[in-house]
């Protein structure tokens, strides 16, 4: 039996230590088509960029955690004693290297770009899973769009929101953000529609406008 004291199985089961696993095997997993230190630097800017996110748990507070979970594989002697699925991915990730070495390594490559300047969105462009996270209320609302494809945009975008009320301020603050987000990472015409094929720069005007007209309609 596991001192829980000792080792804290919940820290194991959810969090950042299997978030840096996910990014390790998704690199390993591309052959060399993916680079770990973008990936890893995609997870700072993406920290960094959420002020709830860095204020819960910054990168630096992360990397903690992972030096904790080399820490307690070592003393535990292997990945037998932890969670299904932290010790089915560290097996993964660390192939042929120890898990307690390649937790530790790993930790000290994610302190190291974590003293570095945020990349610009010009430099490392926004990609895979980092997108979806920045726009998933968008990502929502694309197959909302998709199966009421004969209404029109704004009285769909209306309805989602009118039909939370008056507890509609946090979806509503989401569709809003991620819409303005969308038009300054991606100023031109055609917005986001590479990726959403409705979601060009004058679609995602219009959601902001429908939200914020129900706001000011409804609670003002």
């Known amino acids: 039996m596991v001192d829980v004291q000792s080792f804290p199985v919940s ?73 299904p699925e932290f010790r089915e991915k560290a097996k993964r990730a660390c192939g042929d290297m120890a898990p307690a070495e390649y937790l530790r390594t790993f930790a000290e490559i994610v302190l190291v770009l974590d003293r570095q300047p ?49 507890y509609c301020h946090e979806q509503a603050l989401a569709y809003a953000l991620e819409a303005q987000r969308a038009m300054i990472l991606y100023p031109g015409e055609d917005g986001l529609r590479e990726h959403l094929y409705w979601a060009t720069r004058d679609t995602l005007l219009e959601l902001i406008h429908t939200v914020n007209d129900h706001m000011q309609r409804e609670h003002s």
């Open 118 to 166: 945020t990349p610009e969105y010009c430099e490392l462009p926004v990609a895979g899973w980092e997108f979806l996270h920045m726009f998933r209320h968008l990502f929502g609302l694309n197959a909302i769009l998709m199966d009421e494809e004969d209404r029109a945009f704004e009285e769909i975008v209306a309805n989602i929101v009118s039909a939370e009320h008056p």
């Open 11 to 83: 820290l194991f089961s959810d969090g950042p230590a299997l978030r840096f696993l996910d990014i390790a095997i998704k690199v390993q997993e591309s052959r060399g088509e993916i680079s770990l230190d973008a990936e890893i630097q995609r997870y700072i800017r993406l920290i960094r960029s959420d002020v709830i996110a860095s204020w819960h748990c910054s990168v630096y507070a992360a990397v903690g955690v992972l030096k904790f979970a080399a820490d307690s594989v070592e003393t535990h002697g292997g990945l037998s004693d932890f969670p």
